[in-house]
């Protein structure tokens, strides 16, 4: 079923203005969200296919990912997270110093989770640091490492000594940043230490000069350097503004990272124009389109480091390395939505573009038809609110047998 774009606006506006739980409508109506959600996919695929066709010397990485640039700085730290063990984390720092718009923390970054002193999160099961040693002597090594959640240059001397014990043994090991709090000292210790990779999220800091300055700073003493962070609209027209000078940093790569929504930076982007990727990711339309312009750009303008297009296929891919990787089922995956729900209000901004069109259309069959299906859907909606009902009065009557009872 192809559903045409005229129609998808009539069921999703619908969709989107009933109240209570959805769940049951959601299920009997699926093909509707299903042939949407696809429709949507399908015309995004094919912008995105045009412009990759207009760069120039584009490469990929045996079809997980694309880039173009000398191979030589393509960031190691995604060849693990594609080739190797996948994307491992170490959690230590619980907080940022910095609010940012995109950030996957945004509307609760106060409430997470501190790590106790002296401990690491690695596989979601927490370490000491004296344990290290051990946990290397007795399981495979990781292909790779990365310091990922929040800010860790805000307690970065905690860093040093797990940094030089994964080094010893011949750990790949990133960082990622803001940058903003970076010093000759902890970048030279952090060389030093054996830090293989440094990622700024430039786009935190609106392109900084500080932290541009930074970046260079950086790349004194760790080998590899660049920057990832959120494709959005903010960040093209600061890098377009400091280009020449970001590119003259030395640093090795850009990843482009496609921005995707989950519960607490979704409320940032209400309205936006919106697509599901392989019924996972949620993303704003603009945000791979800036990631090919910026390889295009990049081509034409012989620029001096990898431009990565960190989409949601990449991730997509990633995944399904990593559960190849840890023995699961020929076709498991751990991609999904960041979404513990459908939301059909995120995707009217795009059904309402008159600009974006459906690749192919087929009018629904009469039994899919919004008009014929409205008695359905309230039935449907009264016969959920009876349920929870029916057993909140339940629940309340034993109670007051149980105290006539006594």
Known sequence: MRISKKEALEWFSHLSSLS????????????????????????????????????GDLKDLKGRTFFVGDQQKFPKGCVSCLFGDGL?????????????KFCYYHDNIDNQEPIPDGMWEI??????????????????????????????????????????????????????????LCTRENLQKLGEAGLNELRFNLGAVKCSDKVIENMAMAKEYIPMVGIETP????FYSEFLKKKEAILNTGIDFINCAELHFGEDNINNYVGEKMYMARRGYISPLW?????????????????????HDCSNHTKYSRELN????????????????????????????????????????????ENLKLENCIDEIDFL?????????????????DEEDEEDEE
């Not at 009264?382 to 057993?391: A, I, P, R």
């Open 20 to 55: 209570g739980d959805k769940t049951e409508v959601y299920k009997r109506f699926s093909p509707i969200i299903e042939s949407t959600m696809r429709q949507i996919e399908l015309a995004v695929n094919k912008k995105h296919a045009d412009m990759k066709s207009e760069i």
């Open 88 to 100: 491992g984390g170490i959690r230590k720092t619980h907080e940022c110093n910095l609010l940012c």
């Open 123 to 180: 596989g979601e099961t927490l370490y000491y640091e004296e344990d290290i040693d051990l946990l290397l002597s007795i399981q495979k090594k990781p292909s790779g490492i990365a310091y990922v959640y929040l800010e860790p240059f805000l307690e970065i001397e905690k860093y040093y000594g797990i940094i030089k014990k994964l080094s010893d043994a011949g750990v790949y090991q990133h960082m990622y940043t803001n940058g903003s």
């Open 231 to 234: 494709m959005t609209p903010e």
């Open 287 to 307: 945000s791979r389109e800036i990631t090919f312009k910026l390889m295009k750009a990049a081509v034409e303008e012989n620029w001096p480091v990898v431009v």
């Open 322 to 365: 990593k559960n190849s990787k840890q023995g699961q089922a020929f076709g498991a995956t751990t991609y999904m939505s960041e979404f513990d729900r459908f939301l059909p209000h995120l995707f009217l901004a795009t059904l309402e573009d008159e600009d974006f069109k459906f690749l192919n259309e087929d009018e629904l069959p």
């Open 381 to 397: 909606l009264v016969e959920e609110e009876d349920e929870m009902y029916d057993g909140f009065f339940e629940e309340d009557f």
